[in-house]
């Protein structure tokens, strides 16, 4: 029998393969906890927000602004569009696309939530007597 394969050297490389290797209530305690942290929901509830926004932000411009240009101007399509075998067209469409979508998502979404969460700004408010005793004692032995 080769040396290097003699059970009781099996044993002992086993036992320090597994030093470490939570166990398994460890290990659940551990992704227990690495789950629960705030941030990784609030990543996971975003990621499924984003995208359904994203279906509705894509079909406002695909079934709605797009073709309201296209009425006024003609549909816009550049995938004809060629610079030698390089098919620049596809390439234009996208770059059309994602204009429209940032203007529909900045006009429809981000101008209405600033002008709602605006904070409308006042002027602040007088200090209270013992402030203004204060500072008329501090203006006071200034001169002094």
Do not use: H, W
């Not at 992704?31 to 509705?56: E, P, Q, S, T």
């Not at 695909?62 to 296209?70: E, F, L, N, R, S």
């Amino acid at each position: 029998m080769d040396a290097s394969c003699r059970p009781a050297d099996r044993a002992i490389v086993s036992a320090d393969e597994n030093a470490f290797e939570p166990k398994g209530e460890e290990m659940l305690k551990g992704f227990k906890d690495f789950i629960m942290r705030g941030n990784v929901l609030d990543l996971a509830v975003a990621v499924i927000i984003g995208g359904a926004f994203g279906a509705i932000v894509t079909s406002l411009v695909k079934d709605v602004i797009t073709p309201a240009i296209g009425a006024i101007g003609g549909q816009p399509d550049f995938s004809a569009i060629k610079l030698g075998p390089v098919l620049i067209g596809n390439f234009l469409n996208s770059v059309v696309s994602f204009l429209f979508i940032a203007a529909a998502l900045y006009l429809f979404i981000v101008v209405p939530f600033n002008k709602f969460t605006k904070k409308k700004e006042t002027a602040p408010p007088p200090p209270s007597a013992e402030v203004a005793l204060l500072k008329e004692i501090r203006d006071l032995l200034a001169k002094r």
